[in-house]
């Protein structure tokens, strides 16, 4: 079935460093990729999106990339900040269903 | 003040009892959705709609039931067939089903 795979599961990084979060997608179809972030006990927030007809987008410290080739997409936080630790989630559109498939989750915690 | 709402915020039932969760959004958006969240887990679909009078069933739709009735409104009941119903319960709606969702600030369920 529709699968999206996200990786890494839990990542730490120092404060100032750059934070990469991965994600494959299983249906060739889809053409909207949306991240979330959710911090702790909150509803989930979407900090930015793509859509298929392009290959990178840009939000101050935040892009998403994307391979649709691979059906690959990533999420990079740049000099990121102790209010970046939170929850991200990717997701993908399915044509077929009409519903967004999530990730797993990644726990980012950025150390002051 | 437009969005999405979701009540009560902590709710506490017995177990063997019924509980409806409210979901409402005055976006005037077609698609709503229900997810189920564990501690550290990610978002599991439970139901959704992409129109009034019609939904269908998420992955994880057993023990679970749905309405939508008025397109502003899609509750969510959780039925004493739920083995495990404690989770955080989130609401989501949509334009479309290919769109951005915006989240509800969820229903925290305790069963006992």
């Known amino acids: 079935g529709e699968n999206v795979e996200q990786h890494p599961s839990t990542l730490s990084v120092q404060e100032g460093d750059s934070a990469v979060i991965k994600c494959t997608y299983s249906?060739?179809?889809?053409?909207?990729f949306p991240w979330y972030k959710q911090e702790l006990g909150k509803r989930p927030q979407l900090i930015i999106d793509?859509?298929?007809?392009?290959g990178e987008k840009k939000d101050q410290r935040i892009a998403v990339t994307l391979n649709k080739t691979a059906k690959h997409f990533s999420l990079h936080i740049t000099e990121t900040q102790p209010e970046d630790s939170a929850v991200y989630f990717c997701?993908?559109?399915?044509?077929?269903?009409?519903?967004?498939?999530f990730g797993q989750g990644t726990t980012l915690q950025v150390k002051p | 003040d437009g969005g999405i709402t979701q009540s009560p915020k902590y709710l506490f039932r017995k177990e063997g009892q019924n509980v409806t969760l409210s979901c409402e959004q005055n976006?005037?958006?077609?698609?709503m959705y229900w997810y189920r969240q564990d501690p550290g887990q990610g978002l599991r679909l439970i139901y959704y709609s992409q129109i009034v009078n019609d939904f269908q069933k998420g992955d994880i739709a057993e023990g679970y039931s749905v309405s939508r009735e008025k397109k502003e409104s899609f509750p969510l009941t959780v039925t004493s067939a739920q083995k495990n119903p404690t989770a955080f319960y989130l609401c989501?709606?949509?334009?479309?089903?290919?769109?951005?969702?915006?989240f509800g600030p969820g229903t925290r369920l305790t069963v006992t």
């Open positions: 793509i859509r298929s007809n392009v």
């Open positions: 989501a709606s949509s334009q479309t089903g290919l769109s951005e969702q915006y």
């Open positions: 997701a993908a559109s399915s044509r077929n269903t009409g519903k967004l498939i």
């Open positions: 976006l005037n958006h077609d698609a």
């Open positions: 249906d060739s179809a889809s053409n909207y």
